[in-house]
């Protein structure tokens, strides 16, 4: 018996060692590529949202749910991650509708240009903050490159090994908790790098969408057909890479098909007001603060005269709620 215990409680420690440093070696994306912890800070907040983003950084840099909500009192929340492809936004939707369903769901339709993952690296910033859940499973067999192996997804050790002669102190401060970095999913930027040169628009041998891409868009949606869902298609206002119109036919057309909306923002960048000279903080990839700003209240207006959004500014409890991010949010943009 007593041999059996000491069986066991050497199995504990060793599982209990083994967690921890799963936890340590994997980045913390705090204070460096902060892009990787936005995808996590959605399940510590209040599940009220009636309009949900979906989609790349053109959706996490461009669109403020605070802005939405000091314009029209619209309860937002923006889902979006770096390069973030369109069937991790089909599966990051669906781990969705288990905590809440929105009016609307906004995606922003860059991603449909691609039809294979970009990097491990960028697969690493949408999956490795996710809660797990089938979804997060079948986004990691869907996202995974020859490279990749569903173990070191499970066990982080096995991707981040070499990182025992990094670790700083960011990784022991940020072992157990973590910071907001974002409102609601938007990452405040309040850089301007003016946009100096429009870059030369190459063509292309082949401007349809790939297959797998049609496939996700049907299934997101289906998704929303299913549960009462408007969906609203949307391409952000970034000059690069360029959008060209053989994109934007494809899309107006399945748009139609279906009797949904689409925004093209970049036809309405002079009624939006953006002035790419002060408005971006990239030369043009995506929008600054000021722009940011902007956009979301034309967006806001448009969504209050399309949809029926309940003005969250006349309930109490959630007005509450608002307030006191408001308060933080005002300080941080000055």
Same mark, same amino acid.
């Given at each position: 018996?007593?041999?059996? =215990?000491?069986?066991i409680?050497?199995?504990? =420690? ?11 070696l ?5 204070t ?7 995808i ?8 009220n ?28 929340y ?8 369109i ?8 781990e969705?509708?288990?905590?809440e369903?929105p ?5 922003n ?10 990097s491990?690296?960028?697969?690493? &910033?949408?999956?490795?903050k996710?809660?797990?859940?089938p979804e997060? =499973?079948?986004? %990691?067999?869907t996202s ?8 070191s997804y499970?066990?982080p =050790? ?8 990094k670790?700083?102190?960011?990784d022991?401060?940020?072992l /157990?908790n ?5 409102y ?10 003016? &946009?100096?040169n ?5 063509k ?13 868009l049907q299934?997101i ?11 609203? &298609?949307?391409?952000a206002?970034?000059?690069?890479p ?11 057309? /399945?748009?139609?098909?279906?009797? %949904? ?36 209240k034309?967006?806001?207006?448009? &969504? ?8 969250y ?22």
């Amino acid at each position: 018996m007593k041999r059996a =215990i000491k069986v066991i409680v050497i199995l504990l =420690i060793s599982l209990i060692i083994f967690y921890l440093l799963n936890k340590l070696l994997m980045p913390k994306y705090m204070t460096d590529l902060v892009e990787g912890s936005m995808i996590s800070q959605y399940y510590d907040e209040e599940k009220n949202h009636e309009v949900i983003f979906i989609g790349d950084c053109e959706v996490y840099a461009n669109f403020s749910p605070m802005v939405l909500y000091q314009e029209k009192g619209i309860s937002s929340y923006v889902r979006g991650s770096s390069q973030q492809m369109i069937w991790q936004s089909y599966y990051i939707l669906k781990e969705t509708l288990k905590y809440e369903t929105p009016k609307v769901v906004v995606f922003n339709v860059n991603s449909m240009r691609y039809d294979e993952p970009v990097s491990e690296a960028y697969n690493r &910033l949408t999956l490795d903050k996710m809660k797990w859940s089938p979804e997060k =499973i079948e986004m %990691i067999k869907t996202s995974m490159r020859e490279e990749e192996s569903m173990l070191s997804y499970i066990f982080p =050790i096995l991707r981040y090994h070499d990182r025992f002669d990094k670790l700083t102190q960011e990784d022991f401060t940020y072992l /157990f908790n973590e910071k907001k970095n974002t409102y609601q999913g938007f990452l405040i930027n309040k850089e301007i790098k003016p &946009l100096e040169n429009v870059p030369t628009v190459k063509k292309l041998a082949n401007y349809k969408f790939a297959d797998i891409d049609y496939e996700y868009l049907q299934k997101i949606l289906d998704l929303c057909n299913e549960n009462n869902i408007k969906l609203l &298609l949307i391409k952000a206002p970034s000059v690069y890479p360029h959008w060209y119109e053989e994109y934007d036919e494809q899309i107006e057309e /399945f748009a139609q098909k279906n009797n %949904i909306n689409f925004i093209n923002f970049l036809d309405k960048v002079e009624e939006i007001g953006i002035d790419y000279k002060q408005d971006t903080y990239d030369r043009g990839l995506h929008l600054n603060l000021t722009g940011a700003t902007k956009l979301s209240k034309y967006f806001a207006n448009y &969504l209050k005269e399309n949809y029926t959004l309940t003005d969250y500014r006349q309930n109490s409890e959630v007005n509450k709620i608002y307030q006191e991010k408001l308060e933080q949010y005002n300080k941080d943009i000055v």
